[in-house]
DNA sequence: ATATTCCCGACTGATTTAGTCAACTTTATC
DNA sequence: GATAAAGTTGACTAAATCAGTCGGGAATAT
């Protein structure tokens, strides 16, 4: 079980801007040398959180990208599903008209997984940037 | 975000131990075709339950698996973790020298995956195969 | 003896991951 | 208006992982 770096480089540079988008656009270079990211695999990254509607870019020099609204609103869940494909840690149900044992009911363990993704999923609602901004602000202070 | 089906794939054959074990061993040829899953795979699965104690084998004919305790002591947590290489959301923790982003500190975000790993483990820590086992008596009672 | 079962290491094709590359367009500033 | 700094987009790729398969065992009930 594990998660893609795109899913973690996307809480990780959000955070990042979060934090430093208070002065105007920030631009991925930026991002890329704080955060150490390959500039390259942010941008195709920051695509998929523009076409999320969870950032908006400013083109040309003095360029960037900003928050489109306040770090607070924005959930980590949000972001993960703007990146990763998925966030369903089994994928049960590839074909509904057979079960996913590849009979006709369910899976042994088919609720169990269910079950299993909504915890994971109440979490990550429960946790929004700009919490992780202000802990990583109070931790560089330190 | 995903498990791996070897994960799925341990779960569903050791609660259909759980069920059929009562009387005696159960050979992978039956939970291969009750359970759909590929015998060759199933065998690959139970050498790594059997190296982490979960499961004893009977060789020979009449020969099979049964569980080395009661079902209402064996946790999810404990067979994903005999089977999967890592149930760790995220590997922040290559280089411990370096920080998981490749400079002195942790990454941004580090707090966070560790807290999610905790989360996941507290839900898998709390599930037992018995219940698996039992939930699925009564659903094909049904 | 033989059929049935587990044992074990090596192998493989497909998919996914984690990027890279090239060739744009847009805009600020001198 | 030239230029540099930024975002835009699609195609490409090396490496790793996944989801098995294969082949040749060894043990045991009948």
Sequence with gaps: MKLSTK????????TDLAIYDLKGPVSLRDISIRQNI?????EQIFLKLKNKDIVRSIRGKKGGYRL???????KVSEILYAVE???????CIKHLKKGC???SIKCNTHRLWDELDNHIN?????????ELAYR???ERRL
């Design 101 to 103: 044992n590849g009979k």
């Design 38 to 42: 390959s500039l390259l695999y942010l």
């Design 136 to 138: 990583n602000n109070i």
């Design 7 to 14: 899913g973690r480089y996307a809480v990780m540079a959000l």
């Design 85 to 91: 494909e998925k966030i369903k840690t089994v994928r």
């Design 68 to 74: 489109t609204k306040d770090a607070s609103k924005i």
């Design 122 to 130: 109440s979490f990550l609602e429960k946790k929004y940037l700009s």
